[in-house]
């Protein structure tokens, strides 16, 4: 069987209701973090832990969801060795226990993480919640490779073998939920999707997310990944534009183009390696090889840069212009995406032991 942990700010009554139903399914390990909740809400954790199977961990002062889900893998690690994964949920009565039930049973038999899944597409969902998750699941699915169905559920199952990773991931709030599914992507830790039951109370007005500040930490987790890819781009973009527009008139369309290109395309390289290696891919991948794979990629790249921005200067009778910088930049964007794809997968992906 597995361990429920379960965070809690500033409570209400949910959380007895919630727990007495855990109890009721069977589960008869239930470990809960109050995150700093205020003093009114100490009879409520003073009710919830004369119930049997209860743990209590306390933080002095509230310090978010995702550090609160670590205290929670952490204490699991070190006080529940024979347990085979833990299953997180919230305190609101979101999930019904049936839906935690059958993650945890299907955690325990695939040996994989298991999502419960909420359908979107349900009348009863805030109309926040379905924009903010089908926006989030897309970048995901194009930015990141990964497909999720529901990207912020707070009803997780995970295999006790995942936590020292999910310990070590980043995120003190929300965002953690976030970047755990990126380091689980890192390391190769698969999961699966459940279907469950979508429960939205009073419009989910109990939830503590903050919308604007915990939007921006989690789409700064995400976008982080675009960014240094961009900036080498527009790095690219000013000195090909540069050269192009300078370099002496005497010289072919396609010598000037290939020599603005290529000298561009040295710079950028060099930055974008460094970034992407360091501040946004985090590789441990070693140098030398992913080095040899960025420029491999790099030069391919600029190759069909060039052919393209060169093929449509030929077919639209467009000479040396700005017009030309326009037909560079639609090509880069599209490369752009393929690119990167190739650079998560290949170039910095870190090897196995």
Known sequence: MVSVILPSYNPSDKLLKTVEQ?????????????????????????????RPCITILSHEKN???????KTGFEYFLENRPDKAGVVTVD??????CKDIRACAEQMEKSGKAV????????GNVPFKSRAGNNITAFVFRTACGIKITDTQTGLRAL??????????????RFEYETNMLLEMKKADLPFEEHPIETIYIDNNSSSHFRYFRDSVKIYAVIFKYILSSLSAALIDLIIFTLLNLFLPENLEDWARIF????????????VNYTVNRKGVFKSKSNVGNSLIKYYILCICQAFVSYGLVYLISLVTSTGQSLLQTVFKMIVDVI???????????????DEKN
């Open 259 to 270: 020599a603005a290109t290529a000298a561009a395309r040295v710079v950028s390289s060099a």
């Open 63 to 69: 310090m978010g969801k995702g550090r609160a889900l």
């Open 91 to 96: 305190d609101d009565l979101q999930h019904s």
């Open 159 to 172: 295999p006790a073998s995942y936590l020292p990773t999910l310990i070590k991931t980043s995120g003190e």
């Open 115 to 122: 999502f419960g899944a909420r359908n979107f597409k349900s």
């Open 335 to 349: 490369l752009f995406f393929i690119c990167f794809a190739v650079q998560r997968e290949w170039v910095f992906k």
């Open 22 to 50: 855990l109890s009721l399914a069977g589960f008869d390990d239930i470990i809960i973090i109050n995150d700093g909740s205020e003093q009114r809400c100490a009879e409520i954790f003073e009710e919830v832990k004369r």
